[in-house]
């Protein structure tokens, strides 16, 4: 029986579990110990080492399930024959492996110190001192009180007429597609996506049965239409916004008989230096557009409450399955929300972002304009939380990515852009004022090499 | 033009643009309001009733979906003719329609005093005082902390041995469901569940095309045996806990081949009276058995998050589209709960309603034996949350069940219950200590007349 003196614990380099099967993984592919060596026992390892006897037994099972050991009874853990071993290894979860992002332009992001933690924590506790409400599931629809505020929030902010009947809450997109996707049954499953595409939205249509088409707003035929259109009017993927063609062409599909609209508001709130833009729900037919809100860029993307307003011909299916659907979003988070966005701080926050973005906006392109010169051009700048730039470079704009993520900094490439050279997103909401500068300096060095 | 002198707001009749469509409803259907007949302004109506411009326009859309109005342009809301006229009617959210409910004895709901929320609060406050965390959409499978607190938490309290890498973490049941039910894909989509059933699991089954097979665990064929069963050990639909000869049938159903079983264990960790039962995942074959724990019974039904632990051979599948769903849980409710796992505040908060439910059982058994007598008898008493009772009645269990609701006290019938009498399900996770004697007399009361 080996002993296992050789095996140190090594700080930052992952789950303990995993160090343990992945020394006993190269003992074997190193032939240290070979087919039919017995294995320290659970008891022996846990004493050995002074480690818990679930990390030994997750260890274990790790290498169990990739045929590395088996297990014979009265015998204990045997050394598997070679045949049976997985192709696949184990990766040890080391955090030494990624580099850790510095800079973050991805839009998956917001800075933190923008958001008010402590004014939010409070409205978290004032819900949990008054209990009651927190002991049911709560209305699977989400909550009545968020749902009156949010028919009274999106008609402020957006122009969305709506009753609180119409609204469903859900933790995020995917939880209401879950919901309505199967409402939407009559017809041909195929669903139009504006490139380049939205990998979220796509994984349930698929898992729906839905058949993805590509969908150009501007350019299309009325007569070979999808049935169902999902467009983000302020996708960030895409880099800009709808122009009034698509819009025109978005509010005729909606008045297809049997047709629906899906809009993702994403980012609606956040047109300061064009002329903003009512969600298309608010000028076109009403009866065939399912609106689309959420709060992950206005508040906190961690925060997964989103709602959906489901136009009345729809009310009556949905009636009928609701109180067959759990609600998915907290209700602590819900209610602490709802009041939140009564007493106007949503509003206020927003505003304030507003400004904040504008000025970011104008750092950023400053900060391109010094260090990239001539060699970067501002595709656009309009649609609230990111640029959309292009860079003179001889490598492609995924692997000029890659090689900021090395360094620290990421950003997303536009895969099959408009002009010849690399595309990027840059998106500001996660990025500190004061750090626009040296970031845009540090990926100049970056590209340069 | 009609004044609406008439209309008066009432307290507690639900949202005010309901009060109001409501009223104009009415004033038509009376014909006080007749065809063609103009309707006030939104400007009128706002100042008039000093109410927000949203609420009126609220109720003239809920009057123009149901077809009791119309739009002209340039003149303004007119009444429709009544052959336009939904079937449909405004029913307003009146709290004074539904008796509040006063003994609440129905398993969706838990007691709140038992739970300390100040010491939740101040878990909440701690994940909020660290806002990095907070800024991203989270780890799409949960935070690796949770996960990996899970783990442990699963094998110590039911002896399931995993790995965090096999936890997914998301906002309830239903959430799992739709990441996992994808994957399952080869071969016939048949899933046998128990009597009664388990609706919410069964529409998300059904959205994905899944065909429903009653199931009994202790009579069955192996041959024909659906490909997925989904069992919950503790149901308490059901009244009863799995006996040996289902458990060793449910094993033997995990090692066929292309079988795989949903254990969903929910209330597994209230089983004080009787032999506690290990998981079926810690004996059965783990690699074919899906293991779903949750929190909504230990901590708070309001409380949306879950996790499933996937067997080994399923998880590259999962790997693969992991990325392309959202987390559903709330990141400060996850990281919350990790820390207060960790620090044994949940271990020692089971422990507390452990010995609280079994003084509660006791309590509930005896003022049933002393307002009932031999009217009453107890089917089952040993599976942790709830009776199962019978009565003497000539009345069937749903119309006792809803005598008892018209007077403020809500039990569970039992449909197709096993004896000749009514049966039904009495939970007193919901009920205070205080409360078990008085609501028992009142039932009585209830049932006499």
């Known amino acids: 029986m080996p002993t296992v003196f050789n ?9 303990l579990y995993k160090q343990l099967a992945l020394y006993f993984q190269q003992e074997i592919l190193k032939k240290h110990l070979k087919a039919e060596d017995k294995l320290p ?19 274990y099972q790790e290498l169990l399930s990739l045929g590395y050991i088996k297990s014979v ?3 204990g853990y045997l050394v598997a024959f070679p045949e049976n071993f997985a192709k696949q290894t184990i990766v040890s979860h080391s955090s030494n492996d990624v580099p850790a992002i510095k800079y973050n332009f991805s839009n998956n992001y917001i800075d933190t110190n923008t958001f008010d933690t402590s004014l939010w924590r409070r409205y978290l506790s004032r819900v949990l001192s008054t209990p009651s409400t927190l002991a049911g599931y709560g209305d699977p629809q989400g909550e009545f009180y968020l749902r009156k ?34 409402l939407l049954v009559h017809g041909e499953k195929s669903v139009g996506l504006e490139e380049p595409g939205f990998p979220q939205a796509e994984q349930i249509l698929k898992n729906f049965g839905w058949h ?28 800009s916004n709808l122009n009034d063609k698509a819009q025109k062409n978005l509010i005729a599909i909606s008045q297809l008989p049997n047709h629906y609209l899906i809009e993702d508001d994403y980012n609606g709130e956040f047109r300061y230096l064009a002329t903003p833009t009512p969600a298309l729900y608010s000028f076109g037919n009403s009866e065939q557009i399912l609106y689309l809100g959420s709060f992950s860029r206005t508040m906190l993307p961690s925060l997964r409450i989103s709602y959906l307003v489901l136009p009345q011909p729809l009310l009556p299916m949905y009636e009928k399955v609701k109180k067959n659907y759990n609600q998915t979003s907290s209700t602590i988070e819900q209610l602490a929300l709802a009041k939140y966005i009564e007493d106007g701080c949503l509003a206020k926050h927003v505003k304030k972002l507003r400004s904040l ?13 010094k260090y990239f010169r001539s060699q970067v051009t501002i595709l656009n700048f309009t649609s609230g939380l990111h640029l959309h730039i292009a860079i003179k470079s001889r490598y492609g704009a995924d692997v000029l990515a890659s090689k900021a993520l090395q360094s620290g900094i990421k950003i997303i490439p536009v895969l099959g852009g408009k002009t010849e050279y690399p595309e990027f997103l840059l998106s500001f909401a996660g990025i500190a004022e004061k750090d626009i500068d040296k970031s845009i300096k540090a990926l100049q060095k970056v590209f340069r090499n």
């Open 7 to 15: 095996f140190r614990v090594k700080e930052k380099a992952g789950p």
């Open 357 to 369: 973005y504008k000025k970011k906006n104008a750092l950023l392109r400053k900060a391109l304009k």
């Open 149 to 182: 505020v949010l028919a009274k929030y999106s008609y402020d902010s957006r122009g969305v007429v709506c009753t609180p009947d119409q609204i469903i809450v859900g933790a995020g997109l995917q939880s209401l597609l879950d919901i309505i996707l199967p």
């Open 41 to 59: 026992s659970i008891r022996e390892l846990t004493t050995d080492l002074n480690i818990s006897r679930t990390t030994v037994l997750s260890a």
């Open 73 to 75: 009874p009265h015998i």
């Open 212 to 239: 993805k088409v590509s969908f150009n707003p501007e350019n299309f035929s009325l007569t070979t239409v999808p049935r169902l259109i999902i467009i983000s009017p302020s996708n960030p993927y895409k880099g």
